[in-house]
Structure formats: structure tokens, C-alpha cells
């Protein structure tokens, strides 16, 4: 408690994950005992740098049980904060399984993420592809996967001629 006449500090801090290449705007209420004042509102706000360029910045699976399903995302260094591949690897790894290469597109030296479903069952799942490099800044970024199976009855779905015939 900060007494009438006083003076004290705040301290707020502000987690920034997922905010990079994007401005951030956070809003904080502080509550206090002056009877004019019993809330005042701090508002914090900026850019948040990137870090790297990861394109999706999410993966989904979806289809039925016993279909292969792949899908691959690909990580590009920015110029500011340069990194190397190390490993991958899927945080859990019950229905995932994920590997990667060096990629170089348009003059650009990035990475090819692939992200194989190894689930046989119908029904949800959820992981995190961990990507590790050898930056001290972010030594580890992270690719959510999720989807789902599913049985697709017989019948459910009709089949149309296409509009140009």
C-alpha cells in the first residue's frame, strides 16, 4: 500500500509470444483506495519485432482414418536475428511424427518443416512442433499442429456436375 501523497512503482510485465511482426496493445486496471479514483487504467503498447517468418504459423491435419496426411511449413531467418536449424521435434509425438531440411527459395536460406500424422484412430489431436536453433535470443520456436479423423458416412455427401457443363 502506497500511503496519500506517496510514490511507488508498477511493474507489469507483457509476454509477447505470438506478437511478432505485429503491433501489441495491452490494458491494465489498477485499483486503489482514493474514493475519486478507485480505478485508473494503464494501456501498454508497440511493435513487437519478428524474430523469423514462419509460413503457416499453424498446421492442420484433418481427414479420415488410414489417410496419409502430411503438411509442411516453411521457417525463413530474418536479417536481425540470424539462427540455424538444430533439430526438430514434435513435443509430444503420440500422433506426429516431423523431420526437416535446409531450404533456399528466391535467394532466401530458410527451412522446410514436415509434419507427418502417424494416428490411426478417429477422434481430435493437438501438438507443438519444436524447433530448435542455435540463437540465444529464441532457442526454440514453436509450430502448433492440430486436426482431427474422421469416418465420412456413405451417402453424406452428393456429388455435383460442374458449372460449366
Do not use: C
Request: proline letters at 7%; hydrophobic letters at 35%.
Amino acid at each position: 500500500m502506497i500511503p496519500a501523497g506517496g510514490r511507488d512503482e508498477i511493474k507489469v510485465v507483457v509476454k509477447t509470444k505470438g506478437y511478432g511482426g505485429r503491433n501489441l496493445h495491452k490494458r491494465f486496471v489498477v485499483q486503489t483506495n482514493d474514493k475519486n479514483h478507485p480505478k485508473t487504467i494503464l494501456m501498454v503498447s508497440g511493435y513487437v519485432k519478428a524474430f523469423a517468418k514462419l509460413e503457416p504459423r499453424y498446421l492442420r491435419l484433418i481427414g479420415q482414418p488410414g489417410q496419409k496426411l502430411q503438411a509442411t511449413a516453411k521457417l525463413w531467418p530474418l536479417k536481425e536475428f540470424p539462427f540455424k536449424v538444430t533439430d526438430v521435434q514434435a513435443k509430444s509425438g503420440k500422433d506426429i511424427k516431423v523431420d526437416y531440411k535446409p531450404l533456399k527459395e528466391n535467394g532466401r536460406q530458410g527451412y522446410l518443416v514436415k509434419v507427418e500424422l502417424t494416428r490411426k484412430a478417429k477422434g481430435g489431436f493437438r501438438d507443438t512442433v519444436l524447433i530448435h536453433t542455435d540463437s540465444k535470443k529464441k532457442p526454440v520456436i514453436q509450430l502448433p499442429v492440430f486436426g482431427y479423423l474422421k469416418e465420412v458416412q456413405k451417402g453424406h455427401v452428393t456429388p455435383r456436375a460442374p458449372k460449366d457443363q
